[in-house]
């Protein structure tokens, strides 16, 4: 596609929901990256694949956090029992691969109420 | 992990004026990219400069590895320049974003 496409916009989630967000990056971009923006703060790593394997999930907060990129295309990241600390926005990244332009989507935002 | 600090925090200024932004990193870096994030939160690609100088418009920046700073010059400011601008860096394969400089343009 023309860019990175992420959906949906918005959710809202009651606290103790499970949610996934979903990420389609640009076509050919062999490196995926999640990141999560909280309000008034700069976006922080949350995970990286490389084509459908995850080569580093360190930025992860906890195990209920879960990225997966089955055919190294579509990406999907679940939060599993939302907190209301996991209200936040979601950014998603490619890029033709390692240490080259990555190109941001438009963000989900979540909301844990 | 590389650090990256970002000055001023915040900056205001009147239409038509010129300004810099500043990017110190803390270790070499093999990316370092500046984006511009909207009111509507998306972050738009500037600049793609792990070295040297490019020019867009009436955006220019400045990378010097050596020294680990990247600038970011603004010129003849607009409204529509308003917004948070984000430097980010890496020294592997992820990029790790400063704090951002919140720009504010009056007419």
């Known amino acids: 596609g023309a860019g990175v496409s992420q959906s949906p916009r918005y959710k809202v989630a009651k606290r103790g929901q499970d949610v996934a967000l979903r990420c389609d990056p640009i076509s050919g971009h062999v490196s995926l990256f999640w990141y999560q923006q909280a309000l008034g703060q700069g976006p922080e790593f949350l995970t990286y694949?490389?084509?459908?394997?995850?080569?580093?999930k360190s930025g992860l907060p906890s195990d209920r956090f879960f990225a997966e990129r089955p055919e190294g295309s579509v990406s999907t990241l679940k939060i599993q029992r939302t907190q209301q600390e996991d209200s936040a926005v979601y950014l998603c990244a490619s890029s033709r691969g390692m240490n080259t332009e990555a190109f941001f989507g438009q963000g989900t935002r979540l909301t844990v109420v | 992990g590389i650090q990256v600090e970002q000055s001023p925090p915040d900056l205001i200024l009147q239409e038509g004026a010129n300004s810099t932004l500043r990017c110190n990193f803390s270790d070499s870096v093999n990316n370092l990219q500046w984006f511009h994030q909207n009111p509507w939160g998306q972050l738009i690609n500037l600049f793609y400069i792990p070295s040297g100088t490019k020019q867009n418009g009436r955006l220019s920046a400045t990378t010097v590895a050596t020294e680990r700073y990247s600038l970011l010059y603004i010129s003849s400011s607009q409204t529509t320049d308003s917004g948070v601008y984000f430097c980010a860096a890496s020294s592997g394969s992820r990029l790790t974003f400063g704090e951002g400089t919140q720009l504010t343009v009056n007419p």
């Open positions: 694949f490389q084509n459908e394997a995850q080569l580093d």
